[in-house]
């Protein structure tokens, strides 16, 4: 079973689906497609929360 963030799912209009082995890797990629593909160069504490979140089982 993957852990599996759909970018759409924390509020983004975009079909990214970014998945891993551990919500960790999860993490590490999503901090990484939301500073290219969305200019986020800062994930506070509280927005990754909301992403951490939004991991699901796939
Ligand atoms: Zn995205």
Not at 11 to 32: N, P, R, W
Request: with cysteine; net charge negative.
């Amino acid at each position: 079973m993957a852990k599996v963030l759909h970018c759409r799912d924390v509020g983004f209009d975009c079909e990214g689906v970014i998945s891993g082995d551990t919500e960790d890797d999860v993490m590490t990629q999503a901090a990484e497609h939301a500073r290219t593909a969305h200019d986020m160069d800062d994930i506070t504490p509280e927005t990754a929360e909301q992403i951490r979140s939004k991991i699901r089982d796939e």
